[in-house]
Nanobody, 126 residues
Framework: QVQLVESGGGLVQAGGSLRLSCAASGRTFSSNAMGWFRQAPGKEREFVARISWNGGTTYYADFVKGRFTISRDNAKNTVTLQMNSLKPEDTAVYYC???????????????????WGQGTQVTVSS
């Protein structure tokens, strides 16, 4: 079992920044790749970023490249999403996810991830 708890969401003006954190507990965290997804009202959950177990490899959705940065601290069992230059279209519930089992599909596929947090709301005003 893995428990994931997100924090750091809130209301920010366009152009501002937020830092989301995901605290993991349970199964060994340091061996799992982690991802961030988001879901806006009426839309499907979409991939935002992913980081490998040791932080050596990261992937980003095109719409956040250059603005968001994913990182992790295995000593503290946390993964962080630094979000800069926020836009109103970034408004969504943001979810942290952990991959435990092997999966042959894309890194952006929600089915790759076995555990999810409850989400944290990010609202960007114009």
């Amino acid at each position: 079992q893995v428990q994931l708890v997100e924090s750091g969401g809130g209301l920010v003006q366009a152009g501002g920044s937020l830092r989301l954190s995901c605290a993991a507990s349970g199964r060994t965290f340091s061996s799992n790749a982690m991802g961030w997804f988001r879901q806006a009202p009426g839309k499907e959950r979409e991939f935002v970023a992913r980081i490998s177990w040791n932080g050596g490899t990261t992937y980003y959705a095109d719409f956040v490249k250059g603005r968001f940065t994913i990182s992790r601290d295995n000593a503290k069992n946390t993964v962080t999403l630094q979000m800069n230059s926020l836009k109103p279209e970034d408004t969504a519930v943001y979810y942290c996810a952990a991959q435990i089992a092997p999966y042959t599909g894309g890194y952006y596929d929600t089915r790759r991830y076995n555990y999810w947090g409850q989400g944290t709301q990010v609202t960007v005003s114009s």
